[in-house]
């Protein structure tokens, strides 16, 4: 079945480092969905790729989908502490939802 | 709006009880899904409906039955509780599969 494989598992950065999390699938994906989860907290929707190519941006956040619509990262500018959390790549297919197993993303002040 | 909703948020039970957890939207989503969580292992797809009566199976289904008799409503039942189904579980709704809006979750503890 279709798998998306995501890395780095774990992060550690210093306040004010970039950040970069990579989702990558051996087929080809319909779209791609990111979500983040703060400790303690439940999945949040953060944004859905579907077009080759596609880069979007929210704030210090871009997303990018692979020309090839094989893979996509999220990548962080200038991280703050209220970036901590666990980012998740998900892709949609027949009504499944399948979820990378995420990146645990550290900040320290 | 409440969005998604779970209860109970906590439950410890004993292997071979059986319990439902249940999950109510008031978004109107015809499609909702659950999924549990294990350290290492992200979210995994259990069960989805695409609407009310319609239901199947994700990517571990054994040992969890549900059904959908309204829109607002999608109850996990777990017939016979395992040790291995200790984890977290989410309901989450959408319109499709896509930009799912997740409830809080339900931890539990299968002892």
């Known amino acids: 079945g279709q798998q998306v494989m995501q890395i780095p598992q774990y992060q550690h950065v210093q306040e004010g480092e970039d950040f970069t999390t990579y989702c990558n699938s051996s087929?080809?994906?319909?779209?791609i969905q990111w979500y983040k989860q703060r400790p303690g907290g439940h999945p949040v929707f953060l944004i859905q790729?579907?077009?080759?190519?596609e880069v979007k941006k929210q704030k210090r956040l871009t997303f990018q989908f692979g020309e090839a619509k094989k893979n996509s990262s999220l990548h962080i500018t200038a991280t703050q502490t209220t970036d901590v959390g666990t980012y998740f790549c998900?892709?949609?297919?027949?009504?499944?939802?399948?979820f990378g197993k995420g990146t645990k993303l550290s900040v320290k002040p | 709006n409440a969005g998604v909703t779970q209860t109970p948020k906590f439950q410890v039970l004993k292997t071979g009880q059986s319990m439902t957890l249940q999950c109510a939207q008031d978004?109107?989503?015809?499609?909702m899904s659950w999924y549990r969580q294990d350290p290492g292992m992200g979210l995994r797809l259990i069960h989805y409906?695409?609407?009310?009566?319609?239901?199947d199976q994700g990517e571990v289904p054994n040992g969890y039955n549900v059904s959908r008799s309204t829109t607002e409503d999608f109850p996990l039942r777990l017939l016979s509780a395992a040790p291995s189904q200790t984890s977290v579980y989410f309901c989450?709704?959408?319109?499709?599969?896509?930009?799912?809006?997740f409830g809080p979750g339900t931890r539990l503890t299968v002892l």
């Open positions: 998900a892709s949609g297919s027949q009504g499944n939802l399948i």
């Open positions: 087929t080809t994906l319909s779209n």
């Open positions: 790729l579907v077009k080759s190519g």
């Open positions: 978004m109107n989503h015809e499609y």
């Open positions: 409906s695409v609407g009310a009566g319609i239901t």
């Open positions: 989450a709704a959408g319109y499709s599969y896509n930009e799912q809006f």
